[in-house]
């Protein structure tokens, strides 16, 4: 059990037999009546994020769960990873990757949330290296205004990159924002 004197931001709390994780929290005292806690929390089975005050001393439940070192190995229907103590290989479905598929490059060290003995969620690192499958060729012109154009990398994920980027280099991507961060030299 968790009380809310111990509530920090990515704090994992189970409510109602549900995995939370809070976003933000504040501790208030008014001047009048007793202290509370605002939270703002994000159910991890369903992305919903919702509001929710506790009043001060309030005890919510800890969770079954734990985040276990991975490495991504293929994708052939399921993402299949591996646990890099253990050395077993396990499945994830779609539905849990969600949009960080688009960062899932082959050996990619990916940290998996196990909740009652099943894969919740996937945290990527903060930054991939990828190899580029298809590019346009630049176009020569006007580059001060730090002209752009689409690049395709082999997860299939499209981004903008700056217009010397060719097709044999790697890039460097925050997987936070999806940007461009730099070319990788080899």
Not at 49 to 56: A, E, G, K, P
Not at 102 to 117: G, W
Not at 118 to 144: K, S, Y
Not at 150 to 163: A, N
Request: proline share 4%; charged share 25%.
């Amino acid at each position: 059990m968790y009380d809310t004197t111990q509530f920090r931001k990515g704090l994992k709390i189970e409510i109602d037999g549900n995995l939370w994780s809070i976003v933000e929290f504040q501790h208030v005292k008014p001047g009048k009546g007793g202290a509370f806690v605002r939270t703002r929390i994000k159910n991890l089975l369903t992305s919903q994020v919702i509001d929710r005050t506790f009043r001060s001393g309030d005890k919510v439940g800890a969770p079954d769960c734990e985040d276990i070192s991975t490495t991504f190995l293929y994708y052939d229907g399921e993402y299949n990873f591996m646990d890099t103590k253990t050395y077993e290989t396990f499945a994830i479905d779609a539905g849990v990757v969600g949009t960080d598929k688009n960062y899932l490059v082959e050996q990619a060290e990916v940290s998996v949330l196990m909740y009652n003995q099943r894969p919740v969620a996937i945290e990527l690192p903060n930054f991939i290296i990828a190899e580029i499958t298809e590019c346009q060729p630049g176009v020569a012109g006007n580059t001060a205004t730090g002209a752009t154009k689409p690049v395709t990398i082999v997860t299939g994920y499209e981004l903008q990159v700056p217009l010397y980027i060719k097709e044999t280099d790697r890039l460097k991507i925050d997987t936070r924002t999806g940007g461009y961060v730099e070319r990788v030299k080899d």
